[in-house]
C-alpha cells in the first residue's frame, strides 16, 4: 500500500490519535455482577467456555477480517478457518474471545460459542503489535514503525482505542513508538527487543533500555540485532518459556553471537537454549513468510499455543519447546496465516484481571 501523505497531515493525525486515546485511559468500574463460571447453561440451551473466575487462565483475544476488507480477500477462508482452529485449541485451556464486525459474524457463528464472539470493528488482524503489551501491566505504545503508513498506523490503532472505550478497560499509554510485536516478555521481570525501538525512536542503546525498564515495569532489557529488515520484530527470533528460560532461533555466525551475547549480558540468570528453525523465502506484500517459525508462540501462564508447520525442522522444534518448559505444550496449524509474514503469536491479544473479565462478560 504505497499511499503518499503530507508529512504535516501525518503529524496532525498521530498527535490526534495521541490526544484522543489519552482521554480514554481512565475508566469507571463495572457493577459487581457475578458472572456464571464455565459449564453454567446459557438459556438457550448452550454453556460457557469462558471462566473469568479461574485466574490461571488468561484471556486471549483475536480480530477477524471483515469479509468487507479487500486487503485479505485472498485468504480470508483460510484465516477464519485458522481463527476457528486456534480458538478451539485455546478453550477449556485459557479463555478466548474472537472479534468480528456484523457482516463477518456469521461466518464464525456455527463454528464456536455464544461466548466465545463479541463484535467489534477493530481494523486489522494482527493484533498484538496496535493493542497493549505485557499481561499483567497493560501498557499501549504508539503504533507507527518505519514500515507502515503513518496514517494506517493511526487510523488501525484509533479503532483498538474506540473498542476498548466502548467497554471502559482501564491501560496506559504512552507516545514512544512501539509494536507489541517487537516486546518478548516474560510477564514479569524481563523483555527483549530489537533495535528497531531505537531506530524509530531516534534514542541510543543506554536510553532506550532505560525508557523500556520504566515504562514496562521490568528490572531487565536485553536489545537485540533484528533479523527481518522490514519489520525488525523480535518475536520470531526470541521466547520466553519460563521465568528464566529463553529460546533463541539458531541463527549462523557472527549473526548468533550478537544475539547471545547481547541476551547473556543484558538478562542475568537467564537460561537460553536454541531451537531448529527453517525459513520460508515467500513474501507477501513485502512481508517475508513466517512459515517455519516456531518461536512465534503465545505463552500463557499454563499453556504454550505453538504453530505447527510442514518444514523439515519442525518436529524437532516443537519437542525442544516442549523439553524446556513446565508449561503445557499445544500445536496449532499455522499453515493457513504464516505466508503473510505474521503467526500464532502476532494475531493475539493477551489480557489478565478485570480488562479480561469486561470482556468476558461483554461477549456473554
Not at 528460560?245 to 549473526?255: A, G, H, K, R, T
Request: charged content about 20%.
Amino acid at each position: 500500500m504505497n499511499v503518499n501523505v503530507d508529512t504535516k497531515v501525518k503529524n496532525i493525525i498521530m498527535i490526534t490519535l495521541f490526544l484522543i486515546s489519552m482521554s480514554f485511559m481512565a475508566c469507571d468500574v463495572i457493577p459487581d455482577v457475578p458472572i456464571p463460571t464455565t459449564g453454567t447453561e446459557i438459556p438457550d440451551g448452550t454453556t460457557y467456555v469462558n471462566n473469568p473466575d479461574d485466574a490461571e487462565r488468561m484471556l486471549l483475544v483475536l480480530a477477524a477480517p471483515s469479509i468487507n476488507n479487500d486487503y485479505y480477500a485472498d485468504d480470508f477462508e483460510e484465516i477464519i478457518d485458522f481463527m476457528i482452529d486456534y480458538a478451539n485449541t485455546i478453550m477449556h485451556h485459557d479463555n478466548v474471545i474472537v472479534l468480528a464486525d456484523a457482516a463477518t459474524l456469521p461466518y464464525l457463528e456455527d463454528e464456536l460459542p455464544e461466548d466465545v464472539l463479541l463484535q467489534a470493528n477493530v481494523e486489522d488482524i494482527w493484533m498484538r503489535d496496535f493493542t497493549t503489551i505485557i499481561p499483567n501491566r497493560m501498557i499501549q505504545f504508539a503504533y507507527g514503525s518505519s514500515y507502515l503508513p503513518t496514517w494506517i498506523a493511526a487510523a488501525t490503532q484509533w479503532s483498538f482505542v474506540n473498542f476498548t472505550n466502548q467497554h471502559e478497560l482501564d491501560y496506559q499509554y504512552t507516545d514512544w513508538i512501539l509494536d507489541g510485536g517487537n516486546v518478548v516478555d516474560n510477564n514479569n521481570n524481563m523483555a527483549v527487543v530489537t533495535r528497531r525501538f531505537l531506530e524509530d525512536n531516534g534514542i541510543n542503546k543506554a536510553q532506550g533500555k532505560n525508557l523500556l525498564k520504566n515504562k514496562l515495569g521490568v528490572e531487565h532489557v536485553a536489545i537485540i540485532p533484528y533479523d527481518d529488515e522490514v519489520m525488525g520484530h523480535a518475536d520470531g527470533m526470541v521466547m520466553f518459556v519460563d521465568d528464566n528460560v529463553l529460546l533463541v532461533n539458531q541463527y549462523e555466525e557472527p549473526f548468533r553471537s550478537l544475539v547471545i551475547d547481547e541476551l547473556t549480558a543484558s538478562l542475568p540468570g537467564v537460561t537460553i537454549v536454541e531451537v531448529e528453525v527453517a525459513y520460508d523465502e515467500g513474501v507477501f506484500d513485502g512481508f517475508a513468510s513466517a512459515c517455519g517459525i516456531n518461536l512465534n508462540a503465545t505463552v500463557t501462564h499454563n499453556h504454550i499455543y505453538v504453530p505447527n508447520y510442514t518444514t523439515a525442522t519442525n518436529d524437532d522444534a516443537i519437542a525442544t519447546i516442549t523439553a524446556n518448559t513446565t508449561k503445557s505444550v499445544k500445536t496449532v496449524d499455522g499453515q493457513n496465516v504464516c505466508h503473510m509474514g505474521g503467526s500464532v503469536r502476532c494475531l493475539t491479544w493477551q489480557l489478565t484481571g478485570e480488562n479480561a473479565r469486561k470482556l468476558i462478560e461483554a461477549a456473554r
